[in-house]
């Protein structure tokens, strides 16, 4: 999953200061990641084309989404590969960009769809209030008793690869896949939000606190977006 051409300790060979050093960089540039998500979704909300757009797609159903999930799978993927890249730290920078700004494209009809149905930012303040103490609950969980969740990797492969599954199947035959799936979503991505932050203390090397910004950043996204579609459905 992760790059192992880096010629450097893992955390858990790490001295207490280098490990420190470490954590710092990578929640520092996860806040960073958070905050330019945010200006993203901000600007590009406020702009006529841009929601237009995501109108068009909501309203074309099925073949868009597929099209668009394909299309953020494989601008996924690219952006790891850069992040994890051991030449330059430069190539990094640009994954973890990438990525948020794939993100906040993919997030823009979600956003539209709950400001239309609560006729503001309630649901999307709600949802973030939400999504920001599971992550500050799930990160002390890790830190504070400094487990190694890395035993969880399968269990959240196979998980991802059944919810994109059902994703796929809902869009092509149309059934909605309702308020369990997103219940269920959101524990898949607190597992993964245990297991990367583990990961962040146990096995990332030392030079790879861009890359690992950018699975926690995947994670929250998830977590989110799924917390969402749950105060969403309430409605």
Do not use: C
């Not at 200061?17 to 909300?45: K, P």
């Amino acid at each position: 999953m992760y790059s192992q051409d880096y010629p450097v300790r893992s955390m858990a060979d790490a001295a207490p200061s280098t490990r420190a050093q470490f954590v710092r960089r990578t929640y520092a540039h996860l806040a960073g990641a958070i905050f330019a998500f945010i200006a993203l979704e901000s600007v590009l909300l406020s702009l006529t084309p841009v929601r237009e757009a995501a109108i068009g797609i909501l309203n074309k159903g099925g073949g868009a989404w597929l099209g668009i999930l394909a299309a953020f799978m494989i601008v996924g993927w690219v952006a790891r590969m850069f992040a994890s890249s051991a030449k330059s730290i430069g190539t990094q920078y640009l994954g973890l960009g990438l990525y948020v700004v794939a993100e906040a494209l993919i997030f823009v009809p979600l956003l539209l769809l709950a400001q239309y149905q609560a006729g503001s930012n309630t649901l999307i303040y709600q949802a973030g209030l939400v999504t920001l103490l599971l992550v500050l609950a799930l990160t002390a969980t890790v830190f504070i008793t400094r487990k190694d969740f890395s035993f969880m990797r399968t269990a959240l492969l196979v998980g991802s690869l059944v919810a994109i599954g059902m994703i796929v199947a809902g869009v092509i035959f149309g059934f909605n896949l309702g308020l369990w799936f997103s219940v269920g979503m959101v524990i898949l991505a607190a597992g993964m939000i245990l297991y990367t932050t583990s990961n962040v203390l146990h096995h990332y090397g030392e030079d790879q606190y861009v890359a690992a910004s950018l699975e926690l950043f995947a994670a929250v996204a998830v977590l989110f977006w799924y917390v969402l579609r749950i105060f969403m459905s309430r409605d």
